[in-house]
């Protein structure tokens, strides 16, 4: 099995998209450096969390993952319903919520 980078889930079974590029922070500044792919979906199964580009970044890197992560709902690579808010993207959310 190729490696994959630390942004991803061990229950998440689709490969990195392009190189390491950004770190995610959690509320409480523990994090993962990742590709674009992964950073997104880890940072939309945080609350709280923060993503900053790696020195060596490409351009945007940062931005496109962040606006990724926006669309994705939380553990993304579960099944079932969403029905929570918990379990929304954060668009859906807002969507819903009228915000």
Do not use: K
Not at 83 to 91: F, H, K, R, V
């Amino acid at each position: 099995m190729d490696r994959r980078c630390p942004a991803a889930h061990p229950d998440d079974p689709t490969p990195c998209v392009g190189p390491v590029a950004v770190t995610v922070l959690d509320a409480v500044n523990a994090g993962a450096d990742g590709c674009e792919h992964h950073a997104a979906r880890l940072l939309a199964s945080l609350d709280g969390g923060h993503v900053y580009p790696l020195p060596d970044a490409p351009s945007g890197a940062a931005i496109r993952t962040f606006t990724a992560a926006g669309s994705i709902r939380p553990f993304c690579w579960l099944d079932g319903p969403s029905i929570a808010p918990s379990q929304l993207s954060d668009i859906a959310n807002r969507t819903r919520h009228g915000r």
